[in-house]
């Protein structure tokens, strides 16, 4: 399994932005890297997701608000949030998609999620 280390999160007021990092123990090339989020009481939800750092999608809650990005250098992925909400307040969660690598087979990966509030 892929280690996945989230940081970044925090209080911001609304209109502020944040800037969450997804730090990889795999090269993240090759793999589907997504950012879900969970608001309390409610099903966890995809935000962005990122192949290649080329194949880039958005949750239509956040488009033109948040940016995903990879760096496959450094096996990191990156969530540039602006005009945060307080909706947007949640926790945030890095996901790896399942693969194959020299003949090993990584399954689906999980970080341990960062907190984010927008509050004012």
């Known amino acids: 399994q892929v280690q996945l280390v989230e940081s970044g999160g925090g209080l911001v007021q609304p209109g502020g932005s944040l800037r969450l990092s997804c730090a990889a123990s795999?090269?993240?090339?090759?793999?589907?890297m997504t950012w879900y989020r969970q608001a309390p009481g409610k099903q966890r939800e995809l935000v962005a997701t990122?192949?290649?750092?080329?194949?880039?999608n958005y949750a239509d809650s956040v488009k033109g608000r948040f940016t995903i990005s990879g760096d496959g250098a450094k096996n990191t992925v990156h969530l540039q949030m602006n005009s945060l909400k307080p909706e947007d307040t949640a926790v945030y969660y890095c996901?790896?998609?399942?693969?194959?690598?020299?003949?090993?087979?990584?399954?689906?990966?999980w970080g341990q999620g960062t907190q984010v509030t927008v509050s004012s």
């Open positions: 990122i192949f290649n750092d080329a194949v880039r």
């Open positions: 795999e090269s993240i090339i090759g793999i589907t």
């Open positions: 996901n790896a998609s399942p693969f194959r690598r020299n003949f090993r087979y990584y399954p689906e990966s």
